[in-house]
Every structure is written in C-alpha cells, then in structure tokens.
C-alpha cells in the first residue's frame, strides 16, 4: 500500500465504546455493536490505511485512531424524497390561501 503523505486531510475511526458496553436501555443489536467515532483532520505522520494514527483537526485537537480514509468525501444528504409531503405542502398553501388561516 501507498503512504498516504503528513498532512493529507484524512478520516479515522475510533471505537469509543466496545459491544456490550452501551447504555442498557438500547436494543440488543445496538448492544452487540461497538459506538464508533469518526473524525476528519489533517494527518501528522505519513501512515498508511489502517494503521494507527494522530490526526489535528481543524479545531486544533489532536485525535488518534485508525485511517480509514484519505481525502474523505462529503457524502451528507437529505435523504430519500417522502411524497406524501408534496400532499401536505399544496393542503397549507391551499389553507392560507383560503383566509381561513390568516393568508395574504
């Protein structure tokens, strides 16, 4: 595998709390799931994935664990579109539009 160069922007994992050591109110799956935490930083030490390693986020904070990701993507979104919402918009625009909700 490639060295991935100091200072790359990278992503690690860190395992916070191991399975079986979560909050007894969650579910059994949850349980047997360790909580992992994932941080995105600037790499201090040419690694490669997989190892080890001390990132400085952009805060300032120095985080160790393991890179799983060199130049993360942003992968956020909102989710799957819901169409029953489209329904419920044209209802309140209807509504106000009718005077009976206080519209212009």
Do not use: C
């Amino acid at each position: 595998m490639e060295k991935i160069p100091q200072g790359t922007y990278v992503e690690i994992t860190k395992e916070v709390l191991p399975k079986g050591e979560r909050a007894p109110q969650v579910p059994s799956d949850t349980q047997n799931t360790p909580l992992l935490l994932k941080v995105k930083g600037f790499l201090q030490t040419p690694s490669i994935v997989g190892e080890e390693v001390e990132i400085k986020t952009v805060l300032g904070r120095k985080i160790t664990g393991v890179l799983t990701n060199p130049n993360p993507r942003y992968t956020h979104d909102f989710g799957d579109v819901v169409p029953q919402l489209f329904k419920v918009r044209e209802s309140i625009k209807n509504f106000m539009k009718s005077g009976d909700g206080h519209g212009q």
